[in-house]
Structures are given as C-alpha cells and as structure tokens.
C-alpha cells in the first residue's frame, strides 16, 4: 500500500477506494489478513528465490514465503503494516519503493499483488522501479484487472464512510489487456498471464 489512509483496511476496517468522479470501489480488506487462497498460491508456487513484497500489507504472502523456505521481505510504507507483518513471523521493514532498498539489483522475484500495480499512479514508472530492483532473469509477479480494463490512472482517497479529511492520492488500474504494451514500455516481457480463483495475474521478466 502506498498512503498510510490504507492502514484501517489492514486492521480489518471495511473501506473503498473513492474516485474523483464519485465511483467507489470496494477493498478486498479480509482477503488482507486471510490465508492464501488459489491466486495467491499462483504467485506464491513461482517464487523460487528471494522475494521483495511490494506494498506487503499485513505480511499473508511474505509470512507464506518465510513459512515455505523462500527468502522474502516485506516492504510498506505504512508502520501499521511493517508491524504486522513482522507479528506474522516475516521481516519487512517501512520504506517507498522508489527509495533504495536492500539488495537493489539482485532480487529473483518481486511482488505486487492487491492492486499494487496502481502504486505511484503510473504502472510504467513502478514496473521500471521494480526492473532496478530485479537481477537478470528476475521476474515481477503482478496482480492485474481482467481483460478489457485497459490502463487507467487517476486521483483516489480510501474511504471507510468519513472522507473529510482523507487525502487524494494518484493510482492506476492495469487490466490484463493492456499488460504487455505496459511490460514493454518497462522493459520487461510477458513470461504468462493467467486466471486463478476469480483474479488475473502475470509474471513479467527482466532479460
């Protein structure tokens, strides 16, 4: 997650993404804190070496990876979900991705799931941060919208029925039709893209 207004969500707090135009989207706030379901496990099953968490969250996919053997940090910009994810047996520590993070250049995998493809507001920008962080061969494991999404960005506040004082902040949507021109603007390519328990996921590949 990329603004600490996610952190009620993390707790367990029913909350949406509100957009400018007045369209809300619901957060799939229990899917944060549950066990992995069949998407998960798809992401989880191609991670064969260390593995950075993008927007971590709770810590449910880094946890699983610890649990499995996989070397796996979890980073968040949120406190909330640093603490979390540490109380669920998984390093993670509070850091932007577009600050350095450890082992830049020599990650195997990195995850962006739970709509994390939209952090910063531009899914080019992050998939390039991402390529920085990955080493050759290295692979992102993204979480995407269904076809027919197309890319889209725009300004969002989380709400959980108070919105006075929630900040707007930029985020994007990738739909899994637009993701190999997005991976290619990156710098990476499309090793698949697949359906698993109701969700849309890709691996994109660094050469």
């Known amino acids: 997650m990329i603004d600490t207004h996610f952190e009620p969500g993390l707790l367990g707090e029913r909350c949406w993404l509100e957009l400018a135009t007045g369209e809300r989207i619901s957060l799939p706030t229990e899917r944060w804190r549950a066990t992995p379901d069949p998407g998960d496990e798809l992401l989880l099953s191609s991670c064969h070496g260390p593995t ?37 047996g998984a390093p993670a520590i509070q850091r932007d991705v577009f600050d350095p993070q450890p082992g830049e250049g020599t990650w195997r995998h990195a995850l962006l799931a739970d709509g994390n493809i939209g952090i910063g507001g531009d899914p080019v920008r992050l998939l390039g ?79």
């Open 52 to 88: 950075l968490d993008i927007g971590c969250g709770p810590g449910r996919l880094t946890a699983a990876l610890s649990e499995r053997g996989v070397p796996a940090l979890g980073t968040d910009v949120s406190a909330v979900a640093v603490r979390l994810t540490i109380e669920a």
């Open 129 to 207: 941060r991402v390529r920085e962080l990955l080493r050759a061969g290295g692979s992102a494991l993204v979480e995407v919208d269904p076809p027919g999404a197309g890319l889209r960005c725009g300004q969002v506040r989380v709400s959980t029925g108070d919105t006075e004082d929630a900040r707007w902040f930029e985020w994007a949507w990738l739909g899994a039709d637009a993701v190999p021109e997005t991976a290619d603007r990156a710098g990476l390519a499309v090793a698949w893209l697949h359906a698993a328990g109701g969700r849309w996921f890709t691996e994109l590949t660094k050469s």
